[in-house]
């Protein structure tokens, strides 16, 4: 099974004074399995949206989701799992407010979890998403 690599991008970082390179897609199909890259306020041309707004955030990291799981052959109502990282409790209710619009009759397994920090401070949520493109 040849697994189908959706925007493929090199991500450079520098930490404590090195400096590293590696590949990665923002979404990877394999058969009809589909896992998306956690999504957050930057959107797929690198802008970053909703600073201090977690809802607008969700809703741009659930925009963009749309967007790759389409371009993976893929929809919305593929999804099966995600996971929700929150960095404060109190954006509970204003991002799930926007996966609940994003997700209706959905019905995805979810866990939701409250952590220390995201790769960049600005960012106040995260989403990773796991779909199975169903079968006719």
């Known amino acids: 099974m040849t697994h189908q690599r959706i925007r493929p991008y090199e991500h450079k970082l520098s930490h404590n004074g090195e400096d590293f390179e590696y590949e990665l897609a923002m979404a990877v199909r394999a058969g009809n399995r589909v896992w998306v890259r956690g999504q957050t306020g930057l959107d797929l041309d690198g802008h970053f949206n909703g600073e201090g707004d977690a809802a607008a955030q ?3 990291a659930m925009r963009c989701t749309d967007i790759l ?3 993976a052959g893929a929809s919305l109502s ?3 799992k995600t996971t ?3 960095t404060d409790r109190d954006y509970r209710v204003p991002v799930f407010s926007v996966l609940a619009r994003w997700l209706t009759g959905v019905r995805p ?3 939701g979890l409250i952590v220390n920090g995201l790769a960049r401070p600005e960012m106040l949520m995260e989403i990773d ?3 199975v493109i169903a079968e006719s």
């Open 58 to 60: 969700a809703d741009t």
């Open 69 to 71: 799981l389409r371009e």
């Open 78 to 80: 593929d999804i099966v």
């Open 84 to 86: 929700v990282y929150l």
């Open 109 to 111: 397994c979810q866990t």
């Open 129 to 131: 998403v796991e779909a």
